[in-house]
Structure formats: C-alpha cells, structure tokens
C-alpha cells in the first residue's frame, strides 16, 4: 500500500486514534477531545468530548483530516465538518481484525505515515495467541451502571474477549449495548461478571458487589475497549486479569 501525501494538521475525535496517531507521528495531532487521556502529556489543543465537539473551532484550525468512528461520533457532528469542508475519515471497528484493517487506513490511507512497527508488533501478539481450550466461560459485561448497560451483539471488546476463552453471554442480543436489568444478569447462567474500568470506572468497591454469587474480574478498559497500541499488550494484560 503506498502512503498518500502527508497531511501536516490532524483532529482527532477518538481516544483509540488519539492513541494510535501520536505514538506515529505525535507532530501532527492539531486538537482531540478531552477524552483523550493517552499519551499522558499530551498537549494538543482540546476541542470538547467525542460527542459534543466545538464544530465550530475544529473548522477554525483548518485541519487537513479529522478522524472519526461512527460509534463514538455523532452523524450530525460529522456532518457540519463536511459541510465546513473538512475531510472526515470515519472507522468502523467492531473486531480485532477489522481495528488492525482501520488503523492501517487510518495511518497510511489517510494520514499518509509509513505502517508504525507497534501495528506489527500488535498483530503478532494477538496472533501468537493460543486457541481457547474447551467451551470457555460464560461472562456478564456491565460497561454502565444506573441504568445497567452490557456488551451485546458485534462489539470489538466482545471479540477480544472472545479470543481469550470468554463468551459474552449477550453476544446474541439484538442489540449492541443492551439495557438489562440486574436481576436478570445475576441469574443469565454467566459464570463471571466482567468489569471494566471505562466507560464506567468500575472498581473493587464499585462493581462486584451487585454480583454477590459471581467471581469478578476487573479489567483494564483501556485494553479492552481501545484499537491502538495498547493491543500489543492487550493479550497478557487482558489474560492476566481474566485468570488465563
């Protein structure tokens, strides 16, 4: 694949691309949001949250790409970039595979950056990977609570999760983030609740609790829920947690 001219201004609208993007070539990123929590020390301009950016001072900066995902970002907000004449580059991520497919036309198709050493290094510890053995276990996923929120159909955390020997229970609901309520997921037959710490912070004390019967497994979110080069580590961070 041969990088197009290299773009000099880029907004990022995607903690994951923020990520990706400044581990590449850190020189480019304009503005992000102020979700954008890596790198620490990260001193691009903040420009609001992924899903009420300032339009307005986006069009202001005159990026030459704004990076999107259409699950974080809204269409409206996508929509007035365009209109404003901004070059919109939208991701869809919903497996590992697809993440590793989006960050090289994010990078390389869009940014116009040679392929980073760290997306290598991140396909060959997801491909050095062993197969689950056995069934593997059965888990519940909160990613909120008030009201009690869950990983669905076609999720990318799913996918990880999935690779590492844990079914999500919901994994065949019709929709992607459903709203359950506890009562029934204590009793949905999951052997494990798993319990990130984004975009709800569940913690030790925030979180098991609900779950009184069930052994709980506290994750990064960061590992699970990010396309960038926290992938590279994801298995061993994400398997040590599980109990792998």
């Not at 809204?74 to 070059?87: I, Q, S, T």
């Not at 159909?153 to 459903?178: K, N, Q, S, W």
């Not at 204590?186 to 913690?203: I, M």
């Not at 609790?209 to 979110?221: C, I, K, R």
């Amino acid at each position: 694949m041969t990088p197009r001219t290299p773009v000099r201004r880029v907004v990022s609208l995607v903690p994951s691309l923020t990520e990706a993007v400044a581990a590449t070539a850190p020189g480019l990123l304009a503005a992000v949001t102020d979700w954008c929590s890596h790198p620490p020390g990260l001193t691009a301009e903040r420009i609001g949250g992924t899903k009420n950016p300032d339009t307005a001072r986006i069009a202001a900066l005159a990026p030459d790409l704004v990076l999107a995902n259409e699950e974080e970002n809204r269409a409206p907000d996508l929509a007035a970039l365009r209109a404003a004449g901004l070059e919109v580059l939208v991701t869809e991520v919903r497996g590992l595979q697809q993440a590793f497919r989006e960050l090289e036309r994010v990078l390389v198709d869009g940014c116009g950056l040679a392929r980073p050493r760290w997306l290598d290094e991140a396909e060959a510890a997801w491909a050095r990977l062993p197969p689950p053995a056995g069934p593997g276990r059965r888990a519940v996923v909160p990613v909120w609570r008030r009201p009690w929120m869950v990983l669905g159909r076609d999720t990318f955390a799913g996918d990880l999760l999935a690779r590492l020997g844990v079914h999500v229970i919901h994994a065949e609901h019709a929709e992607r983030y459903p709203r359950v309520p506890l009562h029934e997921l204590n009793a949905s037959g999951a052997d494990l609740v798993v319990l990130p710490d984004e975009p709800y912070r569940f913690t030790a004390e925030d979180g098991p609790e609900a779950f009184p019967d069930l052994p709980a497994a506290l994750v990064s979110g960061r590992h699970l829920t990010w396309y960038g080069p926290s992938l590279a580590q994801a298995p061993a961070v994400l398997g040590a947690a599980l109990g792998r």
